[in-house]
């Protein structure tokens, strides 16, 4: 099964992940200007209470406006693969930016599908949905299809170098001898439910006919836990 989406998807949802990084890096110069104007206009015991909050809030805003960069970043990188986002058949599997390997550089496959609970959280009021809206519309998705690989070694070299930055590589395996590392996407922000389904039913069968283990998590963070737990550093 050969899984496409159109490239410029990501491409859009980079131009608007930029977009909310400079909002609230220009929204942190406020907190900035009011350290500034605090710290003549006040005396120093009462500013030194009042501008905790101020520099927390600067801080969170600024954090956020890197996070929604890094998005960004990663889906400039996804535009780049002339939309093919993997490729499985009974031989090996292609995802993201690792060509095709066998399935014994298979080392472990994991996914979490929680479209349901985020679809309802987009559409709700207040800033909580506002949060998942602007979220989904900078191209982080709602179900995450983790491959890890069993040697990085070998495999890193191939892939393009935005993506071994991005790539999580884990410790050496005891029982491998190698360092593991994982590929993280979400599919469901790059092509329709039903070409989502189908291509993780595809991984599925693959990793089961070759007894790699697939296993599903509840949550995106249960994933990674699971895949740290049983495969990055075993």
Known sequence: MLARFDPAVPARYAA???????????????????????ATLFTPRLWGVATIPVILFFL?????????????????????????????????IAYGPVPKVGWEQVLWIGTADVRASHAAARGSRGLNGARHRTWAKSGHGSLVLSV???????????????????AVKGGKHRALGT?????????????????????????????T?????????????????AATAQALVA
């Open 16 to 38: 608007y992940a930029k977009q909310r990084a400079v909002v609230f890096w220009i929204v942190s110069v406020v907190p900035a200007a009011l350290i500034a104007l605090g």
């Open 60 to 92: 969170v805003c600024v954090g956020v406006g890197f996070i929604y960069l890094k998005l960004a970043r990663k889906n400039e990188a996804i535009a780049d693969w002339n939309g093919v986002l993997g490729a499985v058949d009974a031989d090996g």
């Open 148 to 166: 890890v690989y069993k040697d990085s070694e070998t495999l890193l070299p191939q892939v393009p170098e935005a993506w071994r930055k991005m």
């Open 179 to 207: 360092v593991p590392f994982m590929i993280e996407l979400h599919p469901d922000v790059l092509m329709p439910p039903e070409q989502v389904d189908a291509f993780v039913s595809a991984v599925h069968a693959g990793a």
């Open 209 to 225: 006919s070759h007894q790699i283990p697939f296993v599903v998590s509840d949550t995106e963070a249960a994933n990674t836990k």
